[in-house]
Each structure stands twice: as C-alpha cells, then as structure tokens.
T-cell receptor, first 115, second 109 residues
Framework: DTGVSQDPRHKITKRGQNVTFRCDPI?????LYWYRQTLGQGPEFLTY????????KSRLLSDRFSAERPKGSFSTLEIQRTEQGDSAMYLC?????????????FGPGTRLTVL | RKEVEQDPGPFNVPEGATVAFNCTYS??????FFWYRQDCRKEPKLLMS???SGNEDGRFTAQLNRASQYISLLIRDSKLSDSATYLC??????????FGTGTRLKVLA
C-alpha cells in the first residue's frame, strides 16, 4: 500500500493519560499536515511540516499537543493529559512538491475517544 | 465569517437527478481549490482539483468563479453510491488548506 498510513486506527483512553499517534506519509511527499475533525465539521488545520521543519502550528493546539517529524519521513502527534474535548478524528495528510499548489492525500485517521 | 463556507444540507435527491453544491470563500488570494468526498467515519478522498475556471470528470463538473468567490460542484445522473459528504477546500497562504464543514448528499432510490 503506497498511501498515507496512520497508527493506531482507534484509541480509547482515560482523561489525563498521554497518547501518541503516528503518520507515515506517501514516501516521496515532503509536506505533511495534521488535522482534527469532529462530527459535522470539516478537517481543522493543526500543524504543517515541510521535510523535518514544523513551519506552522495552529492556535487550536494548546501546549498539551506536540508534533514531530524527526527525519522528514514519518511524524508523531502527542497529546499530554488528555481531556474529553480532545475526542475527535485525527487526520494526517501529505503532498509532494515545492510548488504551493498541489493535492493533499489523507490517511485513514486515528479516532480518539477520551473517557 | 468563516474562510470557506458550505451549506451543510442534507440534500436529498432521487437517483438520476442532477445536483449542485456551492462553496464560498472569503480569501481573494486563494489560488487552488479542491473537492473531497468523505464517507461516514472515513477519511476525505480527493474528488477534483480546481485550479482555473473549471474541471470535468465524467458525471462531475467543478467550476470556479473568482469574481463572486465561489466554487461549485455539479453531479449529473446521481447514483446511490454518490451519497456522502462533499468537502470543499481552498488554499490559504503558501501551503495551508482551509476546509468547509461539508455538504451531505443522500441519493434516494
């Protein structure tokens, strides 16, 4: 499978626990995005990497959220001290190229439920 | 005002009908637009890109109206399998994408 992959697909955790999600983009894609999506809403931008550099982080991300892409390939998104409001689908997307235009391709998402 | 806005629907149409959705955007600097299809509890899948005036792919036609700042998606001869949520997205700045809330379509037998 040469598409974007995400792991785990589902995560149930108790409030206050830390969780980490992984995204493996399409191999030649240097741009990687994280989004959060809740029911009835479109994907909301969280953060963006170009290669290993994190170029933007949304103000939606509190300091409990951190993302890395250490070697410019896979990325991780960590949420510390989870809250019930963090329950959502976390989507990763990647795209190729240096141009500002271009299609993004999404992974299957990680569905987080915080009890 | 949201940067990208869509009518959430649902649009309930009979099989074989033609249906059109609009998506308005507020950032006049947006260069590229996209329509994604999202099935329930699945990830968005790219349906069409709209870089200039429009794009057509089989039963689907997307058009861009820069003067009025909207893009549209037309689906002809609707199939039951077209039932899904249709998300529009536009670029914001040099790399960011802003999504609308999506429009739900239900095609009825």
């Amino acid at each position: 499978d040469t598409g974007v992959s995400q792991d785990p697909r589902h995560k149930i955790t108790k409030r206050g626990q830390n969780v980490t999600f992984r995204c493996d983009p399409i191999s030649e894609h240097n741009r990687l995005y994280w989004y959060r999506q809740t029911l009835g809403q479109g994907p909301e931008f969280l953060t963006y990497f170009q290669n290993e550099a994190q170029l933007e982080k949304s103000r939606l991300l509190s300091d409990r959220f951190s993302a890395e892409r250490p070697k410019g390939s896979f990325s991780t998104l960590e949420i510390q001290r989870t809250e019930q409001g963090d329950s959502a689908m976390y989507l990763c997307a990647s795209r190729a190229g240096l141009a500002d235009e271009g299609e993004q391709f999404f992974g299957p998402g990680t569905r987080l439920t915080v009890l | 005002r949201k940067e990208v806005e869509q009518d959430p629907g649902p649009f309930n149409v009979p099989e074989g009908a033609t249906v059109a959705f609009n998506c308005t955007y507020s950032n006049s600097a947006s260069q590229s637009f996209f329509w994604y299809r999202q099935d329930c509890r699945k990830e968005p899948k790219l349906l069409m890109s709209v870089y200039s005036s429009g794009n057509e792919d089989g039963r689907f036609t997307a058009q861009l109206n820069r003067a009025s700042q909207y893009i549209s998606l037309l689906i002809r001869d609707s199939k039951l399998s077209d039932s899904a949520t249709y998300l529009c997205a536009g670029t914001s700045g040099t790399y960011k994408y802003i999504f609308g809330t999506g429009t739900r379509l239900k095609v009825l037998a």
